[in-house]
């Protein structure tokens, strides 16, 4: 006798400029087997297609699983998609993503229901679902990588939004007429917290000749990258100039918090992403002190919580199972 | 026979720190009568619930109906307050206004169930069910006057937030380290773009010895106020002290709604209150400008309309009359 909907897994799939991380997921949110890999972007949507489709068929037997035996798809998918259609719109960082209907050709390759979504949108709804925000109903998730994405969770729902454009929460202005931002407009939060952002303040601090630990590190780094590790290897080091560049991005994320919180007035800010991370949670206590202070109500404001995520790299894989669930359970009402 | 509760007219009524305006509303949102009164805070709340009282019985009279042909009161107040249980939790600009449950001494005293929400909430709502925002589902408010408030629609629904607290985009920080704000921060929309704002930065240029036309408007006002009348007739006399810091005002307006639309991706942007109204639909258009350049999304950005409100002085009130029928029906299914 075959299982009831409620009782299949599901696959979800993160997919980014950089990996593949596809993964099955059983109904209770536990992860049954994943399969990671390079996306390889350089081959064009066909290719990097199938390196999807295979990863997910490695973590489907990994799982001990037949294809069959998957109820449904959901994909993350870096930037402007529309989820309803499927389709991927346009994505900067991997060549030909114009246009390409990634669910229908996921789907129809598996033979399952098969959704995308935004990949914080999803990595916010996993932290919702089953990570740092379960229990709560109306979440923001932040998350600070190389860029700072966003999610927004209202009545326990994705909030995506008219155009499906929502919750960009990097590209809040907080600080009028500063940097460029990679987006073409200036003072985007961003463009003053983001990994690029400290990474460009702390080489113009050292070109201006402040002392730094930093280019020692970076030649010891063969690829020659500030990562997050450096950043925190330089503050165990007493670096002066790593301190006060991570200071003001705290600053500035307390301020494009406390922007999100007087605007949508949620339960509780989850921030993720690997600055974050990188820091640990001691990291979040001067973000929630400048937060706190710019909330302009302040009834129950200690009562609003802003959380580490807790799902690590796993949240948009998670977050993306949730989603195939819930369209799928939408459609079949 | 005794008409549906679908037929009967709902009392509106927009409580301020100067003036109380009550009116007779048609289910159709048609205004039957209204009577506006000088609030006269000064006396407490009993003086001034007393006068709201007044003012609805005249009201009420005028639209040739008897208290018996009320189906309900909806009153918008200053913040902060619970508008689930009806109180009135603190009042900046009325003294004594500390938890004074406002919708009950309304309610009983009229005997027609009573509910009570947020001043600009309620203009946002009047908006957008009779006003600008007709035929739209997720909309945004922004009223400029001596301060910033906001409105948020989600969904054709008032969102007011898990506190209750939600839609404070006067307190967007787009400013870091800006001027401060009347809320004790810094940066604030309210503190670069309201009323409040233009006053000091013109008397701030006036003081550095820049030429304007200002203090000779403002000996001709027995008030000494700058009101948006001297703003509008010193950009027709070519003041460009004036013109310069209107200037920045619309940049900061337009930096507010960006900011706004990268986070909740309404399907449209409602700009209203005095100085808005004072200047005429040629002010929105600096205002468009800026705010589609900083839109994150371009795709669709033009079909997200900034449009002016319509409704004037009456929006609050409309929209207190339309929040009382909506709180009823929840209450009633």
């Known amino acids: 006798m075959g299982k009831s909907d409620s009782e299949k897994p599901v696959v979800g799939v993160d997919l980014g400029g950089t990996k593949v991380l596809a993964g099955v997921v059983a109904p209770n949110g536990q992860i049954l087997a994943t399969v990671k890999r390079a996306t390889k972007p350089e081959g064009g949507p066909a290719v990097v297609v199938e390196r999807v489709l295979k990863s997910v068929r490695e973590a489907v037997k990994a799982a001990g699983l037949e294809p069959d035996d998957i109820l449904a798809l959901g994909s993350g998918a870096p930037g402007p998609l529309d989820p309803d259609s499927g389709v991927v719109l346009h994505t900067p960082n991997m060549p030909g993503w114009d246009n390409v209907p990634l669910a229908k050709m996921l789907g129809d390759a598996l033979n399952v229901p098969a959704f995308i979504a935004n990949d ?51 590209h809040t202005i907080v600080l009028a007429d500063g940097p460029y931002c990679g987006c073409g407009n200036r003072g985007c939060l961003e463009a003053v917290a983001s990994r690029t952002a400290i990474e460009r303040d702390i080489q113009a601090g050292i070109k201006a000749g402040r002392e730094s630990v930093i280019p020692e590190l970076l030649k010891a780094d063969d690829k020659g990258r500030l990562t997050s590790g450096a950043l925190v ?37 989850i921030l993720g992403g690997g600055v974050v991370e990188a820091f640990g949670d001691e990291f979040l206590e001067p973000i929630r ?22 799902l690590g790299d796993n949240a948009a894989l998670l977050g993306a199972a949730v989603y195939a669930r819930q369209r799928l359970e939408r459609i079949r009402k």
Do not use: C
């Open 120 to 170: 914080v949108d999803l990595g916010t709804l996993g932290e919702f679902a089953l990570g740092a925000g379960q229990g709560h109903q109306h979440v923001v998730g932040i998350f600070v990588g190389t860029g700072i994405g966003g999610g927004l969770i209202l009545n326990g729902e994705l909030w995506q939004g008219w155009r499906r454009a929502a919750a960009e929460i990097g």
């Open 289 to 310: 002190r400048v937060a706190y202070q710019n909330f302009i109500n302040k009834r129950g404001a200690r009562d609003v919580k802003i959380v580490p995520a807790s």
């Open 233 to 269: 290897e330089a503050l165990r080091r007493g670096d002066t100039l790593v301190a006060e560049v991570l200071g003001r991005v705290q600053f500035y994320l307390g301020l494009g918090i406390a922007s999100a919180v007087n605007f949508v007035d949620p339960e509780m800010v």
